[in-house]
């Protein structure tokens, strides 16, 4: 029994039950494991949540991060980076469940562990926001509020998408990137 194995269970527990409503023996059952023998991995319930945050967290930074690095227009680097933000969100439900669900459940001192990893996440598309400001293709009062609310849509997918719903994921995306690009006046509407 590994931490990898340990920890996808533990996402999977914790989406089902909740942060709260999930117990170290809970997690022990899911892989099999002696309750005692799941605290020689890790100490804790928070420090087994952390760590999901933080893998987590490091994984759509780096697909985020690749996006940015690509030759593109601001605007298509836009579409990609939602693209590949709710394709992860559908692929790793319960980690990415755990992420956006859970976080307000860590003691302070984990919180306070979690906070900067986080923020360097929204940054970047506060940073991508903002270049496209720069470069006059966006036009948005609050970059700040535009990255929050472009976040606040994407992650609430995890809550309602569904596989055999009437669009895949990636039609979302490309939905919600006209949506935030083009806004929902007609041209020409007055």
Known sequence: MTRDDILQSAAQVFRQKGFHGASMADIAEAVQLQKASLYHHFGSKQEILLELLDRALEMVTERMAEVMARELSTEEKLRQAMRVYLKTLSEQGDLVSVLLLEFRSLEPAFYSRHIPNRDRFERMWRDLI??????????????SMAARALLGAMNWTVTWYRR????????IADSFADLFLNGLLAIGHS
Do not use: L
Not at 164 to 171: A, C, I, L, N, V
């Open 164 to 171: 055999d719903g009437p669009m895949t994921m990636e039609q």
């Open 130 to 143: 903002q270049q496209g400001v720069d470069e006059g293709a966006f036009r948005c009062e609050s970059v």
